[in-house]
Nanobody, 123 residues
């Protein structure tokens, strides 16, 4: 599975961005997720989705502000980010896992990673 993340950029606090993660390749995947990593911090789970059934899980820091979705026909996962805060500034990575159908929060449960897209939220 190859993953290509896009959609990052610079936005003011309170604004919105939508990230996309296009998946290609023949390997199956059961879950996909978004993680983020700010400078000097560990990679943090943001949101994840079961590719077939659409079950969703969010990280506590983004609940109510971010929405994850997927388009099976386009093999693309999205992350709609609203009410952005400076603390949301990070490189956002998409990932795919093929060992569990349950959405997982830990990086070790994902097998494939995209290259990351930078989101900067100014105050």
């Amino acid at each position: 599975v190859q993953l290509q993340a896009s959609g990052g950029g610079l936005v003011q606090a309170g604004g919105s961005l939508r990230l996309s993660c296009a998946a290609s390749g023949r390997s199956s995947r059961y879950i996909m997720g978004w993680f983020r990593q700010a400078p000097g911090k560990e990679r943090e789970f943001v949101a994840g989705i079961n590719w077939t059934y659409g079950h969703i899980l969010y990280g506590d820091s983004v609940k109510g502000r971010f929405t994850v979705s997927r388009d099976n026909a386009e093999n693309t996962m999205y992350l709609q980010m609203n009410s952005l805060k400076p603390d949301d500034t990070a490189v956002y990575y998409c990932a795919a896992g093929q060992r569990s159908s349950v959405v997982m929060r830990t990086t070790g449960d994902y097998d494939y990673w995209g290259q990351g897209t930078l989101v900067t939220v100014s105050s």
